[in-house]
Structures are given as structure tokens and as C-alpha cells.
């Protein structure tokens, strides 16, 4: 009973990760999807990958309504929950970029079922009947929240172009950069309007609140943060299939950081210190399509 389940278990934590963005969440509607296919009549489902997908979408969907009106309250900047991923995940270019935290950065400006239905045709190239299905819509209408969906995360996604090994290097310089105290190597691999953005959900001191733009801003800001540790420790890992940074102060897992990487320099910093959120960060996570 339990074996096509297994079989598509990364497939569903996957959607469902991309559709809320937390991890927490997503492994929730994956054990309730679980739930609900151990009480179905198996001679019921001719297709379980497309039974098991329609299920997850419809209870992730209604928990990000349910989250959408929760983050309205949110303290400061709402980022997605890091996930700890292998290398490989890089490999699928597709993939990576659907789980980087750019992406679920946009995807989060989406509307509840722009958003299910985004990830579900882009990402996952699920059929416009099995989409309509989902999110209960028919399939002209899901065309038409397809098409507004992409022309959406279009204009705002960011038009980065950069390989593995080039962000690995600046990742590799960046931290160097930020853990010598190196004020100019930090100010030549930042770009001059890099945006810096930080997730501490009310609960670090210490966390702007706001983004911070401008490398003359940045770069200082991130010193001053770094020296006011007496014990930091700051490991390059993959994180949501890109190169990243895993900070532990005093022995404590303290911050994830993700970095948009283009010609050479950072971009667009992600840092999330919500201690809430960092419980992915030990085991990395299957993410499949």
C-alpha cells in the first residue's frame, strides 16, 4: 500500500515545498497527504503520481491561504525556510533555480492558486487537466492564471546567468571577506547596489528589519555583525540547490546565507537567522522532480 507513496515521497515534499516555502509545512501536508492515501480504495486511483500531486497541491493550497494571512503580521522581511541540499540538486538547472531562494522569494508575491499552478505546470510540467483538477478551476481558466502567473514572475524574478564553479568562487571570497574583517575584499565582491535582506521574524536582536542597499551599507553592516562574535564558525554548503553559508556562533546554528551571484560579484543577499527556521540545516533533503 505504502509503496507508490514512498516512491513519489520526495516528488511531494518538493511541490509542496515550492508552494509554501517552509519546510515545516510542507512535511506537514506530506504526512496528511499521507493520511488520505492509506484511506482511499487503491482500485479507485488509475494514475497514483497524478492522485498523489493532486492531493498534496489541494492541502498546500489550503494552508498558504491559511499562512498568506499569517504573514501579513510577520516582523520584519519573510524569507523562505533554508533547506540543506546535496550538489546534485544543482545539476537539474530547472529544478535549482525553482527552489533557490530568489524564486520562492517571488513565487511568495503570487496569489494562492497563481502560485499552485505556477510551480505545478513550470516546475513540475503537470498537464493543464491535472492542474484544473487540483485547484478546482477549468482548464481555460487555469491557461489564463498560467499565462498572468508567468508573465508575473517574469518581470520580477531576477535575470541572473552565472555557472556552479563562478558561484562558489565568490561565495568562497565573500566568506573570506567577512570572516577576516577584510572591509575592501568585501566591498570588490559586492556589487555596488547589492541588496542585502534578513529574516529574524522578530525573535534576533540584531537583525535589520529592512533591506539594506548599497555595498557602502552592506559591507559595514555585516563586519560590525561578525565582530560583535567572540566564537563564529561559517561553512560553505548547498542550500537550496546553490552555494551557500551555514554560521554557527558560540557552537549554535545562527544563520543560513544565500547569495545572487552575476559577473563576478553578490548581487542580492539572503540571510536568515530565525531560529525557527533553521532546523534543515543538519541532514540534506532529496528535492526531485
Known amino acids: 500500500m505504502s509503496d507508490d507513496f514512498t516512491a513519489h515521497r520526495g516528488l511531494l515534499f518538493t511541490v509542496a515545498y515550492e508552494m509554501l516555502g517552509s519546510a515545516a509545512d510542507a512535511e506537514d501536508v506530506v504526512q496528511e497527504t499521507w493520511l488520505r492515501w492509506a484511506a482511499v480504495d487503491r482500485g479507485d486511483v488509475r494514475d497514483p503520481r497524478a492522485y498523489l500531486v493532486r492531493a498534496v497541491t489541494r492541502q498546500a493550497l489550503n494552508r498558504l491561504r491559511t499562512a498568506s494571512r499569517r504573514r501579513e503580521d510577520y516582523v520584519g522581511q519573510w524569507l523562505p525556510e533554508p533547506l540543506l541540499t546535496t550538489r546534485d540538486v544543482a545539476d537539474d538547472v530547472e529544478l535549482a533555480d525553482s527552489v533557490s531562494t530568489a524564486m520562492l522569494t ?7 492558486t497563481e502560485r499552485a499552478v505556477f510551480v505545478l505546470r513550470e516546475v513540475f510540467d503537470v498537464p493543464y487537466d491535472e492542474i484544473a483538477a487540483a485547484v478546482d478551476r477549468t482548464v481555460p481558466a487555469v491557461r489564463q492564471i498560467a499565462h498572468r502567473a508567468r508573465g508575473h514572475v517574469a518581470a ?4 541572473l546567468s552565472v555557472d556552479r564553479a563562478e558561484q562558489e568562487l565568490v561565495v568562497r ?8 574583517g577584510d572591509l575592501q575584499a568585501l566591498l570588490d565582491v559586492l556589487a555596488p547596489d547589492v541588496v542585502g535582506l534578513s529574516d529574524g521574524g522578530g525573535l534576533v536582536r540584531g ?10 551599507r552592506l559591507a559595514p553592516a555585516l563586519l560590525r555583525g561578525m565582530a560583535r562574535q567572540t566564537d563564529v564558525v561559517a561553512t560553505p554548503v548547498w542550500i537550496n540547490g546553490a552555494p551557500g553559508v551555514r554560521v554557527e556562533i558560540d557552537g549554535r546554528l545562527a544563520a543560513a546565507i544565500t547569495l545572487d551571484v552575476s559577473g563576478g560579484r553578490v548581487h542580492r543577499l539572503y540571510g536568515v537567522t530565525n531560529p525557527e527556521k533553521l532546523s534543515r540545516l543538519d541532514v540534506a533533503r532529496e528535492l526531485v522532480r
Open 173 to 180: 571570497r565573500f566568506l573570506d571577506a567577512v570572516t577576516t
Open 106 to 112: 517571488v513565487l511568495e508575491t503570487l496569489a494562492p
Open 207 to 216: 537583525t535589520a528589519r529592512r533591506p539594506i542597499e548599497g555595498a557602502d
Open 156 to 159: 520580477r524574478r531576477p535575470r
